[in-house]
Nanobody, 117 residues
Framework: QVQLQESGGASVQAGDSLRLSCAAS????????MGWFRQAPGKEREFVAA????????IYADSVKGRFTISRDNSKNTLYLQMNSLKPEDTAVYYC??????????WGQGTQVTVSS
């Protein structure tokens, strides 16, 4: 069982930056595929970004491409999401996701990001 704990959510102004963190409770963090999803009020949860186990591959939703950067520090068992040029439409609860080598899915509790215009 892997526990994921997000942090870094806040209320900011449009154009500001935030960095989200996700700490994972596993010693085999480097073997997990990691990603970020978000859910805005009244909407379904949507994919934001993902980072491969090896760290050589990342993928982004079109809506955040060029503004958000996903990264990981395997020595700290931590996933990050650097969010720049934030827009009001980025307002959502952001969830950390982990996919184990056995294809088990794990989710964090989420962290709120609110962007006002």
């Amino acid at each position: 069982q892997v526990q994921l704990q997000e942090s870094g959510g806040a209320s900011v102004q449009a154009g500001d930056s935030l960095r989200l963190s996700c700490a994972a409770s596993t010693r085999t963090f480097s073997t997990y595929g990691m990603g970020w999803f978000r859910q805005a009020p009244g909407k379904e949860r949507e994919f934001v970004a993902a980072h491969s186990r090896s760290g050589s591959s990342t993928i982004y939703a079109d809506s955040v491409k060029g503004r958000f950067t996903i990264s990981r520090d395997n020595s700290k068992n931590t996933l990050y999401l650097q969010m720049n040029s934030l827009k009001p439409e980025d307002t959502a609860v952001y969830y950390c996701h982990a996919l184990s080598p056995e294809l088990m899915n794990y989710w964090g509790q989420g962290t709120q990001v609110t962007v006002s215009s």
